[in-house]
């Protein structure tokens, strides 16, 4: 009797939750067969996939944008496994929790012969001395590890655990795997949408399921005032009342990845490619003072002595952008940019500072001729006068002045400045 109403009670309280719990959590994967999209990892034969179904997972670190199925993944291999599974979440868990995993985990493979698999997601967020924790519980087989990150684990996680993990990339959901998401989102809801309102959702979501399946709730939501007791179909104007916005992912690897673009595409002189990475650099969030920074970089190493005039634009630039702020700015920003990739390029200044470095880093400081040096030990107490004296009529004696040696004798003929074809002056 004791047993009975809880159960009635928790029986219904599970029931309201499956109504009314989110739409992410209704859809969740059970079984590989239910993961949409990488295929590289969780299709027949991949490698992935027959490590879970053999149940012999060693340590991993599943790496990959936001919405590409790290946890999905995660809690299939928890479905799958003979293993305990235990979940912690690196934002909320440190190294305490760790420790009473990993002490229990020990407990159960001594009394019971039964692994544990410990996911930490977001294992990007532990301090490399929390991560260093996990270190000997995973090299001995106390635990095995699976790790979520959405920044690259050779920058963030430390080398020790990487060496004893398998790394698995995981890609942007293809424009088809996330139609898909979108259908299974509407089939429970009850829902329908033309084909244009599921190609719209599709290019908003930028390859994240969780975004999509969140876009789908918002548009059925307003698609639900719209059409009543009626059947609900979405339509375009939904997603337009909706107000939702396009989703750009911006991370660690995201942001090095867009620089790299628009400073590639100004350097080959392709105009089109440059004004298309700005506006993308600017609606993902990136700093446009790193941008900024950036095209002064640029002007001086890649255009350089080819128009000088480049560094002055430039810079300007990077003033206005502080003085004037975003969006404005953007439009000096766009001209700046047009301005460097039409630009001639030339090196020939990035050349020359190389070469400049290397000789003084790896040689001895050279003694200046004697004409350079403020005291002249050669001309006794009128070292000093004689200095000044020279440097008053330095403009007098032009031509002498330019058939001095300036370079120390040790360097004599050495050239560090080749002007390039492109070079102005």
């Not at 760790?98 to 985990?105: F, I, N, P, S, W």
């Not at 403020?374 to 330019?402: I, T, W, Y």
Request: hydrophobic share 40%.
């Amino acid at each position: 009797m004791l047993n009975g109403p809880p159960n009635l009670f928790t029986q219904a309280a599970d029931e309201v939750l499956a109504e009314r719990s989110p739409l992410a959590i209704r859809m969740r994967p059970q079984t590989l067969d239910q993961v949409v999209g990488q295929h590289h990892l969780v299709a027949k034969g991949a490698p992935l996939r027959q490590m879970i179904e053999q149940d012999r997972l060693r340590s991993a670190i599943l790496w990959g944008p936001p919405g590409t199925g790290k946890t999905t993944i995660a809690r299939v291999i928890a479905n799958t496994t003979s293993s305990e599974f235990v979940m912690l979440h690196a934002a909320t868990s440190g190294v305490k929790e760790l420790r009473e995993v990993v002490a229990a985990a020990e407990e159960r493979l001594g009394i019971q012969q039964r692994g544990t698999v410990v996911f930490i997601d977001e294992l990007f967020r532990w301090t490399k001395s929390q991560i260093t924790s996990l270190l000997e519980p995973t090299e001995s087989g106390i635990i095995c590890l699976v790790g979520a990150t959405t920044e690259s684990p050779w920058f963030e996680i430390n080398s020790a655990l990487l060496s004893r993990s398998t790394i698995y990339k995981l890609d942007p959901l293809e424009e088809e795997d996330i139609a898909e998401v979108i259908r299974r989102a509407l089939g429970i809801l009850g829902a329908s949408a033309t084909n244009e309102t599921v190609d719209q959702i599709v290019h908003m979501a930028s390859g994240d399921a969780r975004q999509a399946i969140g876009l789908v709730e918002l548009v059925y939501a307003v698609a639900v005032g719209r059409c009543g007791a009626g059947p609900v179909v979405l339509e375009p104007t939904d997603v337009e009342r909706s107000g939702a916005a396009k989703v750009y992912r911006y991370n660690t690897d995201e942001h090095y990845t867009l620089a790299r673009a628009i400073i590639q595409s100004i350097s080959a002189g392709d105009v089109q490619a440059s004004c298309y990475y700005c506006v993308r650099c600017e609606r993902s969030g990136m700093d446009m003072k790193f941008l900024a920074r950036r095209l002064v970089i640029e002007a001086a190493e890649e255009i350089g002595m080819a128009d000088p005039r480049a560094l002055q634009i430039a810079v300007a630039n990077f003033e206005a952008l502080d003085r004037v702020g975003l969006p404005e700015a953007m439009i000096p920003m766009m001209q700046t940019v047009i301005y460097l990739a039409r630009a001639p390029k030339s090196n020939s200044v990035l050349q020359a500072l190389h070469k400049a470095s290397a000789i003084v880093d790896h040689s001895p400081a050279y003694q200046m001729p004697a004409h350079l040096r403020v005291v002249d030990e050669s001309a006794g107490p009128q070292a000093g006068v004689m200095a000044s004296k020279l440097q008053m009529n330095r403009h007098e004696h032009a031509s002498d002045n330019a058939r001095r040696q300036y370079l120390p004798d040790e360097l004599v003929g050495t050239v560090f400045y080749e002007p390039s074809e492109n070079d102005k002056l």
